[in-house]
């Protein structure tokens, strides 16, 4: 074998391992990266908009309050901006049990250490019909969902 | 600037690629990795036909097993509630999961063979004769802990396949005399196979089992060292010994001055002469390298190719018709499900007489064959010296009678335990709908 | 390198040829490992969906869709359910028709569907199938020894049934204490077949029932294996071996004390499938419906010899 060409495949010998070792390594790096979280999803739905009534309605599970106004719907996070207790809806404000924070019915803070309003969620009607929340994108506190006889208006 | 690359891969790769003799020798002694070689080696050892380097192939292996294993802790999880789901996960979910868990089984099913051939090619050579005894019976140890952790990893995905082969298994190690009962009591974590079995075969697997293997294997390098090589280089020794050398011309001092001829000196070598040695650094190394990664390429071929078996969740109610050992244990199932005796009133359960007394014997003799080796001491290092042909042939063809023995056990038994040759139709087990 | 002389050089010239061959082997198998794991079953429909969407209207979610595995998880009920990341339809009823090709095709809404929410069942409590897979054989067939296939035409057609039939079967696993429920006629039959038939003279469900014959409280977990298939014809399955088994027992199990009640094929098929539900499931209690309501919901049917009353269970 001559020198020119043993020289090339030298080069290929080693580039296809350090290749093929990058590769190797990237791809246990993918896998720690899930694919599936075992986690509620930041995007959920809810009961359908009918199933609720006119007003305040807590949701334990996913720590918020669906407000209905007729046709109109919103949702407010029930997490305190504080330190993150579920504050409680007290017919005319919020209360949170554990430090005194109180916010007005729109979530901005009344008097207390919260340092900032209750959180709004984007909120939609899902293709089936259910109201679906994304609590990753909030919106502002004029958002209304208008929902229609047949589902979003 | 591109020198000072240059120079610093240099600085840091010279070990691997010695340029000259001298930086050759250097290497084992300035580099950490290389530090565990001889500055050099016989050429006998480096022969393919000699050892086909499967010790190596063994070690590759082993490293495959850690590397893939760790890996595959981050998404097992030994829970009996838990388990299953995470090795569907790793089958559906993870990327690249489906691979990495094959490549750890075959890597697995490979080294229990591997290990074996490997001991099975030390034996034909009588390469565990004198000072090599002690690596043999290290070599043995290691050939069990081998068996133990693919066994203790058979367990981990929980479902029927495993429940089943591990209930066979613990069965037969109850068996044992006196000791089998609390033998299987602590191997089990109580008298059912359950969390507790699972969390201890969990722990022996990922941690005690390859910490002692790890441990011995280095004890098992050191020896190699201390017996001055694999058993090749003896059959080089004798002959280099048994030939005279030409007497080289000296001169020697006499009365009166000095005087041509020859004086006193050494007819024959004491051992290896420099013309059967290479160096280390780069030609063994390099060797070692090829062996890592043609292992490797085949275990990730079996892994493209072939996906690890998994049945249905473990349940403990249905045992699934017929419930089979692991393939290297199955030969054992076979002498179990065979050697049931029964004379007069007395039964001797097969249990015990094919599953701890005829393996234990055969283990017994195999861990102290050299000192029962009776052939001359010049057989070691040769393959197929005609004064082993006894023992090497008593060897293969209990090897062979165990190879059958897999082979039925794996192909031949169907529901029932019965045997169904190739072709013969099996009966359809009744299924739900 | 000329310099270490001719031995070591034999040794890197015979060494150097696969050295090579194994390095780009190496690279090659990496090259399919990576294609393997991109070559997914369900690439290709995440690829049609978002288009699909966006024929029909819906830009801003064709625009937001993200692709990747997507599961229900609902671990109350032990559920993990990746059938969605091939179904993407399934809830797009209002908007894509029905005349689309699986697995995009929206899951028709009707009555039940309502009432039992993706968020709250998944797929698999009412399809069967294992949900964890994401490979079009695993998920619908499983693997080897996985006893919950999918519900098919296939496998109904093979039994003799309607795919609504088996549906029926896997409702019965909830509803199962049920007087009669909207919707699932077959098992309703079989309910009130087994006050008729007086079952309970004989046998122990949930607690209640003579001892003649073996407890039938969770048939459907029983190993087929030790049913005797020596006098059964066709298939040796649980389904079969139970159908001829109510028609005709003493074929079946030759010293029965059972008696042959030469049922009708439809009377012995709805008994079968109410059997064969009656299985050990971890549902939570806010799962199991209360039996009052469904019976409420039924409108007398015109059928029916009686009116109904509670069924022992």
Redesign the interface.
């Known amino acids: 074998m001559d020198f020119d060409r043993r020289r090339i495949l030298k080069f290929i010998g080693k580039g296809s391992v350090l290749a093929a070792f990058l590769g190797q390594i990237g791809a246990a790096g993918r896998a720690f990266f899930p694919n599936v979280l075992y986690e509620p999803p930041s995007r959920f739905k809810l009961k359908r908009p009918g199933d609720y009534p006119d007003g305040y309605t807590l949701d334990e599970a996913h720590r918020l309050y669906v407000i209905r106004q007729k046709d109109a719907f919103h949702v407010i996070s029930a997490i305190c901006t504080h330190l993150g207790c579920n504050v409680q809806w007290k017919d005319t404000e919020f209360d949170c049990p554990c430090h005194g924070s109180r916010f007005h019915p729109d979530g901005t803070v009344i008097s207390g250490p919260a340092p900032r309003a209750l959180d709004w969620f984007a909120t939609t009607v899902s293709p089936d019909g259910f109201l679906q929340v994304d609590s990753a994108q909030e919106v502002a506190r004029d958002f209304r969902l208008l929902v229609g006889a047949k589902g979003k208006a | 600037m591109g020198d000072k690359i240059k120079g610093l891969w240099r600085k840091t790769s010279w070990a691997w690629s010695p340029d000259s003799e001298r930086e050759s020798s250097e290497a084992i002694v300035k580099n950490f990795w290389l530090h565990w070689f001889p500055a050099k080696v016989a050429r006998a050892s480096m022969d393919w036909n000699y050892s086909f380097w499967l010790g190596t192939a063994s070690a590759a292996l082993l490293l495959i097993l850690t590397v893939t294993g760790v890996m595959l802790m981050f998404f097992y999880v030994p829970s009996t509630e838990r388990a299953y789901g995470s090795i569907k996960d790793l089958q559906y979910a993870v990327s690249f999961g489906r691979l990495l868990r094959n490549q750890h089984r075959w890597a697995a099913e490979g080294m229990v063979a591997i290990v074996y051939i490997h001991m099975a090619r030390v034996f034909f050579t009588g390469a565990y004769r004198g000072t090599r005894a002690v690596n043999w019976v290290v070599g043995v140890v290691l050939f069990l802990s081998t068996l133990l952790l693919s066994f203790t990893g058979y367990l981990l995905p929980w479902d029927q396949l495993a429940f089943w082969a591990i209930t066979v298994g613990t069965s037969i190690a109850k068996q044992a005399p006196v000791v089998g009962p609390t033998i299987q009591f602590i191997l089990l974590g109580g008298h059912e196979i359950g969390q507790q079995t699972l969390l201890r075969f969990y722990v022996l697997h990922v941690f005690f089992l390859p910490v002692f293997a790890l441990v011995l294997f280095a004890y098992h390098m050191w020896r190699i060292r201390k017996d001055g090589g694999l058993a090749a280089i003896e059959r080089v020794r004798n002959e280099r010994t048994m030939a005279p050398k030409a007497t080289p011309k000296t001169k020697s001092y006499s009365l009166f001055g000095i005087t041509p001829g020859t004086s006193v000196q050494v007819m024959s070598s004491t051992g290896l002469e420099q013309s059967d040695q290479v160096f280390s650094s780069p030609n063994m190394s390099r060797r070692i390298a090829l062996v890592f990664l043609i292992v490797f390429n085949i275990t990730l071929l079996a892994a493209l190719l072939f996906n690890a078996p998994l049945e249905g969740l473990a349940n403990p109610s249905v045992t699934p018709n017929p419930a089979k050992a692991p393939w290297y244990f199955v030969w054992l199932q076979e002498l179990v499900a065979s050697t049931t005796v029964r004379m007069g009133g007395f039964t001797v359960s097969g249990a015990l007489l094919g599953g701890i007394l005829l393996p234990g014997f055969l283990l017994a003799v195999l861990t102290l064959w050299p000192w029962i080796d009776r052939s001359p001491l010049r057989t070691e290092g040769r393959w197929l010296a005609p004064e082993r042909r006894r023992q090497n042939a008593t060897f293969a063809v209990a090897t062979l009678l165990v190879i059958v023995l897999i082979m039925v056990g794996v192909y031949l038994r169907g529901p029932y335990w019965r045997i169904y040759w190739p072709g013969q139709p099996r009966p359809e087990m009744p299924r739900f709908y | 390198?000329e310099?270490?002389g001719d031995?070591?050089e034999s040794?890197?010239a015979k060494?150097?040829g696969?050295?090579?061959a194994?390095?780009?082997?190496?690279?090659a198998?990496?090259?399919?490992?990576?294609w393997?794991?991109f070559s997914t079953d369900w690439g290709s429909y995440q690829q049609e969906f978002p288009q699909l969407l966006g024929h029909y209207g819906k830009v801003e979610?064709a625009r937001d869709f993200r692709a990747?595995?997507k599961?229900i998880?609902i671990?109350k009920i032990g559920v993990?359910d990746?059938c969605i990341t091939c179904h993407l339809g399934y809830?797009?009823?209002?908007?894509l028709p029905a005349t689309i090709a699986e697995p995009l095709k929206p899951h028709p809404?009707n009555d039940w569907l309502v009432k039992h929410?993706?968020?709250r069942f998944g797929c698999t409590p009412c399809h069967g199938g294992?949900g964890?897979?994401?490979?079009l054989a695993?998920s619908h067939q499983?693997?080897?020894?996985?006893?919950d296939p999918m519900l098919s035409r296939a496998?109904a057609g093979?039994?003799g049934l309607t795919m609504n039939e088996m549906i029926q079967m896997r409702c019965n696993f909830c509803h199962r204490h049920d007087v009669a429920t909207p919707g699932m006629e077959e098992i309703n039959l079989a309910k009130q077949l087994v006050i008729k038939k007086k079952c309970l003279i004989c046998h122990v469900v949930e607690g209640r029932g003579g001892v003649t014959g073996p407890e039938l409280t969770y048939e459907?977990d029983r190993?087929?294996?030790l049913?005797s298939?020596a006098h059964v014809h066709g298939?040796?399955?649980?389904?079969n071996?139970n159908v001829q088994h109510l028609t005709q027992a003493s074929v079946v199990s030759p010293n029965t004390q059972m008696p042959d009640f030469n049922m009708k094929p439809e009377e012995s098929r709805a008994l079968t499938l109410l059997l064969?539900s009656w299985r050990r499931l971890p549902y939570p209690p806010e799962y199991i419906p209360d039996p009052q309501v469904a019976a409420a919901a039924m409108q007398p049917s015109p059928t029916s010899t009686a009116t109904p009353t509670p069924i022992a269970r």
Not at chain 3, 29 to 34: P, Q, R, S, T
Not at chain 3, 132 to 135: E, I, L, P, V
Not at chain 3, 235 to 239: D, K, L, Q, Y
Request: cysteine-free; charged content about 25%; glycine content about 8%.
């Open positions: 390198m310099e270490k031995k070591n040794f890197e060494d150097f696969w050295l090579v194994m390095s780009i082997l190496f690279f198998l990496v090259v399919v490992g990576f393997f794991e979610d990747g595995i599961q998880w671990p993990t990746r809830e797009w009823s209002s908007v809404m929410e993706f968020a294992d964890s897979a994401t490979t695993g499983g693997g080897r020894g996985w006893e496998l093979q039994n459907a190993n087929p294996e049913l298939f298939e040796r399955t649980m389904f071996w064969l």
